[in-house]
């Protein structure tokens, strides 16, 4: 028997409600948030969208910690190493290491929990561009995320992650996908700025000698 209300109506049980639904690709904006370029916000479809995730960048470990909106289920968080070129992520519990492919190619595989311990690469795309990425499963040649470069580089806006509909197959994956992808640019990003600033600082120094 249901219980019933003071007015003597009987109450039925809540039902829970439904999960979203999203067509896809579902594309997430991704853009820095502040001038220190510190802070980093992932939101549905544009920079005006619902915000899912929000990650603080520092210089200290851990150097990417993810915090969610919504039915994501982190918080998580990303490490990178001063002598390896390892990333170690915490994400929905589990510990994942993204290890390069290659010591000449910029690709990382790791093993995604949320598929059961399929391996997954983030590889240059087809349409390469700087900091265009894909998430691929090698083995199938199943896509399951893209992240497109924004058009020019900007202390704001970093780009779009495309997340295709084979990431709506298992859960957790998406919130793995966001991770593991977030913190393969951000490296390259993060070592592309402290190259231009040696070279800067290199070509500072020659010309002053040669006055």
């Given at each position: 028997m249901y219980p019933q209300s003071q007015n003597g109506y009987t109450q039925q049980p809540q039902q829970p409600s439904p999960p979203p639904t999203h067509s896809y690709p579902r594309t997430l904006d991704v853009a820095f948030t502040s001038w220190t370029g510190r802070h980093l916000r992932v939101c549905e479809n544009?920079?005006?969208?619902?915000?899912l995730y929000a990650?603080?960048?520092k210089m200290r470990k851990p150097h990417m910690l993810f915090?969610?909106?919504g039915s994501a289920q982190l918080p998580?968080?990303?490490?990178?190493h001063s002598f390896s070129r390892t990333i170690d992520v915490t994400v929905n519990g589990h510990e994942i290491a993204l290890r390069p492919t290659s010591k000449w190619k910029y690709e990382f595989a790791f093993e995604s929990p949320a598929l059961g311990g399929k391996q997954l690469v983030w590889k240059k795309s087809?349409?390469?561009?700087?900091?265009n990425i894909e998430?691929?499963?090698?083995?199938?040649?199943?896509?399951y995320a893209r992240f497109v470069m924004h058009k020019g580089l900007s202390t704001k806006?970093?780009?779009?992650?495309?997340?295709l509909e084979p990431a709506?197959?298992?859960?957790?994956?998406?919130d793995e996908l966001v991770v593991t992808g977030l913190a393969d640019v951000y490296l390259q990003l993060m070592q592309t700025m402290s190259a231009n600033s040696a070279a800067g600082a290199s070509a500072s120094v020659s010309a002053a000698v040669s006055v």
């Open positions: 544009d920079a005006n969208g619902a915000l990650a603080d960048l915090q969610a909106e998580a968080s990303v490490i990178f087809k349409a390469w561009k700087f900091l998430c691929v499963d090698e083995a199938s040649g199943t896509v806006k970093a780009g779009k992650l495309e997340i709506a197959s298992a859960q957790g994956l998406l």
